[in-house]
């Protein structure tokens, strides 16, 4: 068969065109969602200033949350975009490892998490870049496995919850509270479990992504067994 006079070049535009088409429907993309009004900065003076604030309110739960504290609590109840990570998740429900990770995490072994980190690339959604995330976390409890699925949340206060929770306040266990940046240069899929305090694991905001590899940039302050972090993977 002979091919007409600038038909290869047409086929291979065709099958980029194609390509591109799979691409789009295969991976939606989430749109970056920040704190509006100066409520909370991706800056570390902003974020170690809220880390205090949390801090303060589980060390002592009789004292009242500050202004910024409820702030960030009607943001995130508020935004529209959130909204939008959930309708963007209301199509692919179908997680069967996540699911089995939401109420077994302590029994996942090294199998069960290679299952997971397939199951987020081939159903999960692109996070944006530049995206704020949290994770609270005490030494010897999982802590930071940048290799592996990691927890985060979209909600400081969840981290900072999860990590006291676990900590024995003046024994020589660790805290750590972390505020992490989404790559400018890595396309990151998550899954994103449900948001909202009326449904089941609703309250954590929970974000699920491998970073594949540690931050580059950290800055840190440290008090006694308390840490917080801010990390990223580029100079701002």
């Not at 970056?32 to 909370?40: I, N």
């Not at 202004?67 to 963007?88: F, P, T, V, Y």
């Not at 995330?133 to 005490?138: D, E, K, S, W």
């Amino acid at each position: 068969m002979q091919l007409l006079p600038n038909s290869s070049a047409m086929l291979a535009k065709t099958r980029e065109s194609i390509d591109k088409l799979l691409d789009s429907e295969a991976v939606m993309q989430l749109d970056l969602f920040r704190f509006d009004g100066g409520v909370l900065k991706d800056e570390k003076d902003s974020v170690f200033t809220l880390f205090d604030d949390l801090t303060k309110y589980e060390l002592d739960k009789r004292s009242r949350k500050s202004d910024r504290h409820n702030s960030i609590d009607e943001a995130i109840l508020k935004s529209e975009i959130l909204r939008s990570w959930q309708d963007a998740r209301s199509g692919l429900t179908d997680y069967p490892i996540y699911s089995r990770y939401l109420s077994k995490y302590r029994e996942f072994d090294g199998d069960d998490y290679d299952s997971l980190n397939r199951e987020i690339k081939e159903k999960g959604v692109l996070l944006p870049a530049k995206q704020l995330l949290f994770r609270g976390a005490i030494s010897g409890a999982q802590g930071f496995d940048w290799t592996r699925p990691l927890s985060t949340t979209i909600h400081p206060r969840m981290a900072a919850y999860h990590a006291f929770k676990h900590w024995e306040h003046g024994s020589d266990c660790h805290l750590t509270l972390a505020a992490i940046i989404v790559p400018l240069d890595k396309k990151l899929n998550a899954i994103v479990g449900p948001f909202g305090e009326d449904l089941e694991f609703g309250q954590e905001y929970e974000v699920l992504t491998n970073f594949e590899s540690s931050p580059v940039y950290v800055e840190t302050k440290t008090e006694k067994n308390i840490t917080y972090q801010m990390l990223s993977w580029q100079v701002k």
